[in-house]
């Protein structure tokens, strides 16, 4: 069965950093691109970052541009979201989610990792 | 940015009924090169990650009931439940990937009457 895992979320300061993880299974990982999508509390989807199969592509929201990074290590199985300078509206679940193939949807996800910014 | 407006926000409807939900992007999603629309609809109920449901705006994902149906062009969309379940309570989005920057529209809350 394919599946995505998400770990890391917490607790962080503003102006503080956190590392989000995604452990792929179940699937050829370096086959499908992958993504960041996140969901304030009791908010809508808004997508965050975009990471290619060979790490040649790589696109952000332009709210987390310069602060956020995303990568993948294809030989673990795993994809990263290094968060830095958080704010307050960073406050989120953070799903890692991938199209299968079909760039630019998300037909597959993880439950998510909650990530709270507050002082 | 592509903004992606739905309406309405909420609606309620009776159980069998049709529940009709509209997206509108702020710019043109049909690419001219395939005759594709890029737009996606996902479905997401309390406590779960969202679940594709159509993709290329009309092509329903596999295992998707064929009450779920998805229309539209250009920068109109719809997405109807032709015969509303209690299952189906729910948000729904639409979510355009013309562009490298995606993005979803507001959602609409789905709910029995």
């Known amino acids: 069965e394919e599946q995505l895992v998400e770990s890391g979320g917490g607790s962080v300061q503003p102006g503080g950093s956190l590392r989000l993880s995604c452990a792929a299974s179940?699937?050829?990982?370096?086959?499908?691109?992958m993504n960041w999508v996140r969901q304030a509390p009791g908010k809508g989807l808004e997508w965050v970052s975009y990471i290619s199969t060979s790490l040649t592509s790589i696109y952000y929201a332009e709210s987390v541009r310069g602060r956020f990074t995303i990568s993948r290590d294809n030989t673990k199985n795993s994809l990263y979201l290094q968060m830095n300078s958080l704010r307050a509206e960073d406050t989120a679940v953070y799903y890692c989610?991938?199209?299968?193939?079909?760039?630019?949807?998300?037909?597959?996800w993880g439950r998510g990792t909650l990530v709270t910014v507050s002082s | 940015d592509i903004v992606m407006t739905q309406s309405p926000d909420s609606l309620a409807v009776s159980l069998g009924e049709r529940a009709t939900i509209n997206c509108k992007s702020s710019q043109n999603i049909l690419y001219g090169s395939n005759n594709k629309n890029y737009l996606a609809w996902y479905q997401q109920k309390p406590g779960q990650p969202p679940k594709l449901l159509f993709y290329w705006a009309s092509s329903r994902k596999s295992g998707v009931p064929d009450r779920f149906s998805g229309s539209g062009s250009g920068t109109d969309f719809t997405l109807t439940i032709s015969s509303l379940q209690a299952e189906d309570v729910a948000v729904y989005y639409c979510?355009?990937?013309?562009?490298?920057?995606?993005?979803f529209g507001q959602g609409t809350k789905v709910e029995i009457k």
């Open positions: 979510q355009q990937y013309y562009s490298t920057i995606y993005t």
């Open positions: 989610a991938s199209g299968r193939g079909l760039l630019g949807t998300f037909d597959l």
């Open positions: 179940g699937f050829t990982f370096s086959n499908y691109e």
